[in-house]
Antibody
Framework: QVQLQQWGAGLLKPSETLSLTCAVS????????WNWIRQPPGKGLEWIGE???????KYNPSLKSRVTISEDTSKDEFSLKLSSVTAADTAVYYC??????????WGKGTTVTVSS | QSVLTQPPSVSAASGQMVTISCSGS????????VSWYQHLPGTAPKVLIY???KRPSGIPDRFSGSRSGTSATLGITGLQTGDEADYYC???????????FGTGTKVTVL
């Protein structure tokens, strides 16, 4: 059974870079698509982007200029970097597996707060 | 602002049925598979329905999904207090080249 364990800094200052990592265990990493999703306080879910087999990436157009998703296949991990954060980037961030049109496995979430 | 519109809230008595609508367009719902997620506070979202009307193993048949044109619907029968949560539809949007979630619906069991 595939499990996702995520971690990263939970408190950032404006203009810093958010960095989160998600480790995959219990299943195959290669040949899958891996996503990042977030939920700001009091708001709905927002897709950030994905990295798929071969390392190709797709990003939410609204975040594209600041987002980088990468993978480390030697560690079965994928990561999110979001640059120049502001208070609007405060959210719970989730990593998730894309089972071809839907997210079937999710990490537990990481709360990221941006505050000066 | 999401391209998929859901009612902010729905409610019904325990044991009754609720339906949640998800309205989109030809660039998303009409031509791409729809999934539905249940999100309880403090937990990760869980997929209830995928490919418009399929249930993952372990999801009870009280949950059902359908799609017609540019809209999709989630139905929950035999409502239980444990069903109180936020529910989101989701699908790929071919125009945006992005996965999109609905605005979310809070289900309350009266």
């Amino acid at each position: 059974q595939v499990q996702l364990q995520q971690w990263g800094a939970g408190l950032l200052k404006p203009s810093e870079t958010l960095s989160l990592t998600c480790a995959v265990s219990g299943g195959s990493f290669s040949g899958q698509s891996w996503n990042w999703i977030r939920q700001p306080p009091g708001k709905g879910l927002e897709w950030i982007g994905e990295i798929n087999h071969g390392g190709s990436t797709k990003y939410n157009p609204s975040l594209k200029s600041r987002v980088t998703i990468s993978e480390d296949t030697s560690k079965d991990e994928f990561s999110l970097k979001l640059s120049s954060v502001t208070a609007a980037d405060t959210a719970v961030y989730y990593c998730a597996r894309d089972a071809s049109s839907y997210m079937d496995v999710w990490g537990k979430g990481t709360t990221v707060t941006v505050s000066s | 602002q999401s391209v998929l519109t859901q009612p902010p809230s729905v409610s019904a008595a325990s044991g009754q049925m609720v339906t949640i609508s998800c309205s989109g367009s030809s660039s998303n719902i009409e031509n791409n598979h729809v999934s539905w997620y249940q999100h309880l506070p403090g937990t990760a979202p869980k997929v209830l329905i995928y490919d418009n009307n399929k249930r993952p193993s372990g999801i009870p048949d009280r949950f059902s999904g359908s799609r017609s044109g540019t809209s999709a619907t989630l139905g929950i029968t035999g409502l239980q207090t444990g069903d109180e949560a936020d529910y989101y539809c989701g699908t790929w949007d071919s125009s945006l080249s992005a996965y999109v979630f609905g605005t979310g619906t809070k289900v309350t069991v009266l």
